[in-house]
């Protein structure tokens, strides 16, 4: 096809430009692959977070909220459930476990989670994986610790090392438990979910460390000492939330309703997966937000392309006249000025694919261990490639206006030009 | 490899049937679209075949729209145009410019030449959209690489030698030479030379256009130039002045 020599020629001709062009079409694909790698890797993640739970209990609050600190350990919750209701409804013939959480204490910026061996026995995360432990034990003593593996490489422990939990949430919060040194027991495999950044102790252990302290404020001259903390008989008053499985997930709706009718205090039982789906459309916005500022990205690329190709017209009537002399039809100048913006856009494309590879496996690593999101890496998706063939149409039309316009000149100018 | 010949001689049984008529323009007025009055009005002009004409006229004379009404880019308002005894009035717009990938070449005033094409692909690009032109120049030569270089170097350009490969190394001689060969490579009937030489000096244009008339004689090419260069005039067979063809009244 001599139209194709021709394009691929004229664009060589034109190296500097052209290879500008082909650079921020290959930027903008970059930037659109890269995103839609980040939003579907959060989503998975996010659907990923929890699984197995069939019901999340907690004081009532919203459903959103509720999965927001009992899953995502983000915001605190409003109130408390007592250790007696919670009681009632783990003893609930249906339900073949609980989880108890007592959250609202901190450790140099992760959370401190209080709960007891059934979190490492029943906890599910992704595709229903129990956690691992990567070393140590689950906690045996009043004062272990058991620490999500971000904190672990984040702060630098290991198994056997003290730390100290403090009151509160802030990174350096004064308020320290100074006197109620814990020692890390055993350190969680990564799962990529919030798990990863929490430090988890005993139910008892919350307690303990709030022995001496009364509405949030150290009681004046009273040091409990760790050895009189062990003998204390330290039964929890109450805890933030639990997490419910069931033995028939027939009975969730039954067990949800008489969660949420329970007479003794008001409590809010959430289906996981819906509460996952709400919050999912609140972020979404955001998420349709970059998605199409992404396309605007890849439009201003493709617009620069135009610009470029249109650009080159007036210097190339000469060229035109020359081609429609020697037999070029109007086809022919069509399909040379189209072939050259779908080369650039393929060009483009290609490189934009390199360098969302490239970026992915530079930046895979660093976002997973930041962010806890999983990016899908391996080959291109079936999405990309929609994506990619969504471009290509796109810079074929892109490259319609030129090519209109040139023939048009062509037409015009015939075999001679004035120039 | 065989050297080749100097002067090549001209392979009869390769060459389309000669026509005695190369063109002919009959009773034909051209009006651009939005002007009132006609710019052309032609009762009648024949070249035959194997002549080499050159009409003169100054510029703004009308000689333009002759050269794209020869070429079938335009039609006309009125009148025949008949090209090798094709009636160019009944081609459609796509056979028009078929037919004169098939059947013209054309030789510009300048800028000839493609230039991100090496000089053996611009001579050889005619035979890219004519495969009459392409069967014709391969039964010439091995390969379309060596036709295009065989009429470079007829044109008195040595491109192997000099190690030439790029246009924009070339003088603007050099490139009318390089045009010249496009427009003889696979030996279409006619040869539009529009101000061919006007570029040149006065020596190397008699050396271009006796080159230029030499290999189109050996393969009974017409040549019809268009200039208002009188010193062009003693080398063409007839030389004809465009008002006196031409009976628009200005």
Redesign the interface.
Known sequence: MPILRLALASLINRKTTAALTVLSIALSVALLLSVERMRAGAKQGFANTISGTDLIVGARSGQVQLLLFSVFRIGNATNSITWQSYQQFANDRNVAWTIPMSLGDSHRGYRVLGTTGAYFEHFRYGRKQPLELADGVPFDDLFDAVLGAEVATALGYSVGDPIVVAHGLGSEGFLRHEETPFRVAGILAPTGTPVDRTVHVSLQAIEAIHVDWRSGARIPGMTTAAEVLRKMELKPKSITAFLVGLESRFAVFGLQRSINEYRGEPLLAILPGVALQELWSLISTAEIALSAITVCVVASGLIGMTVMLLAGLRERRREMAVLRSIGAQPRHIFTLMVSEAVGLTLAGCVVGLALTFAAMTLVAPLIEARLGLHLAMGGITIWDAKLLALVIASGTIAGFLPAALAVRQSIADGTTVRT | MRPKASKPKPMNWSEPPVNPRALLVKDVKFRWAKAAQPVLDIPEFAVRAGERVLIKGASGSGK?TL??LL?G??LPSYGLVEVAGVALNDLG??SR??F???H?G?V?Q????????SIV?NVI??C???RARRTRAIARSPSLAEEAQRLVSHMGLDISRDGLRSVAELSIGQQQRVAAA?ALIGAPELIIA?EPTSALDSESRDQFLSLLFEEAEANGITVLAVSHDEAMMRVFSRVVSLNDINHVTV
């Open positions: 333009t050269l794209n070429a880019v335009v717009g796509a410019d078929k004169r990938a098939d013209i054309f510009f300048l800028f000839n030449l493609l230039p991100y094409l692909e690009l005619p890219r959209f004519s496009r529009d």
